[in-house]
């Protein structure tokens, strides 16, 4: 009985013995699989997030095709940035606004004059040539052509970015820090009167939308807030807001290729007959810059409507533009 006994468990245990490696065979399978099936989802799931993150730089990459540029004599775009009422002097004594000619490719004009007093007949003569029908800083509406009768008939792009200003062709004289006054376009019917034209004149937001999308317009106008263009500030609060925003733009080509920069004041500060103001031409790509760093000439708002019109042969206004000096360029 015993023997019985001993003789049953050994064949079990030979039996079991036998089954033992197919056992360890399926559990090695089954290990495999489980392996490569998490190695699998693990690659899925890497390439999911791969897909999310081009699908999210393809949402955000510029899509938008440079717009058409005309070329100019001397540039191909003019970006216009005006201050305000600071004596020559007094802007000289900056020296940040003394370093621009040197620090980018440019010229001082040293003798450049503002057209009159006070303030909005200096943008109006700017764009127009001329300050008929404007004498204060009140309320204008003018009927006569201006560059953008100029710009357009030779399709050139034109904006006047402003800081604060809401849009929507609004012709209020003062909403926050923005001032009608320092605005010219909107004070032209021939303006006012067209949607689409008045839709150029927009929040100076949108300029870095433009820069990101290649689509800055060849002629620029833009006007800083009250603030910021030294009106209600100091000099040295204007030239360091002007540092904080020229420099980081100036290095981009979608703003800087071949673009003449004008850093200028409507007015200077002690109401004087001379109206001697700060003036600058500046660009690190313009490509025909000056040689001189110094131009001793007369120049004044006339001498840079002038100018824009030579550059593109627009023709003229047949105002004081018409017989202004441009600049030696």
């Given at each position: 009985m015993k023997l019985s006994l001993f003789a049953l468990a050994a064949t079990s245990l030979f039996c079991l013995c036998q089954a033992f490696p197919a056992?360890?065979?399926?559990?090695s399978i089954n290990n495999h699989i489980t392996s490569a099936l998490d190695k699998r989802g693990k690659n899925h799931y890497h390439d999911s997030d791969h897909d999310t993150t081009m699908s999210n730089d393809d949402s955000t990459a510029t899509t938008s095709e440079e717009s058409r540029l005309v070329p100019g004599k001397y540039f191909d775009r003019v970006v216009i940035i005006i201050f305000e009422n600071k004596d020559y002097k007094t802007a000289m004594k900056n020296k940040y606004l003394k370093s621009l000619p040197s620090k980018h490719n440019g010229v001082l004009l040293t003798n450049y004059r503002g057209t009159s007093h006070p303030s909005q007949p200096n943008y109006i003569a700017m764009i127009s040539g001329s300050t008929?029908?404007?004498e204060?800083?009140?309320?204008?509406?003018i009927d006569r052509k201006t560059i953008v009768d100029l710009l357009e008939s030779k399709d050139i792009t034109w904006k006047s970015y402003q800081e604060d200003y809401p849009g929507g062709c609004n012709k209020e004289m003062d909403i926050d820090n923005y001032a009608r006054k320092h605005n010219p376009f909107i004070s032209f019917k021939n303006i006012q009167k067209d949607k689409k034209r008045c839709a150029n004149i927009v929040n100076a937001k949108e300029l870095d939308k433009d820069i990101k999308n290649n689509k800055v317009p060849q002629y620029v106008f833009y006007t800083p807030d009250i603030n910021n263009d030294a009106h209600d500030k100091d000099m040295d609060f204007g030239a360091r807001w002007l540092k904080k925003f020229l420099e980081p733009r100036i290095k981009k080509p979608a703003f800087s290729e071949n673009t003449m920069f004008v850093i200028t004041f409507d007015e200077d500060d002690s109401n004087t007959k001379k109206n001697?103001?700060?003036?600058?031409?500046?660009?690190?790509?313009?490509?025909?810059?000056?040689?001189?760093?110094?131009?001793?000439?007369?120049?004044?708002?006339?001498?840079?409507?002038?100018?824009?019109?030579d550059n593109w042969d627009l023709g003229d206004l047949g105002k004081k533009d018409k017989k202004a000096k441009p600049f030696d360029l």
């Open positions: 056992i360890q065979s399926d559990v008929d029908g404007t204060e800083d009140d309320e204008s509406n001697h103001v700060y003036t600058t031409l500046i660009g690190p790509n313009w490509k025909n810059a000056p040689k001189t760093k110094k131009d001793k000439t007369q120049y004044d708002h006339y001498s840079l409507l002038r100018t824009i019109e």
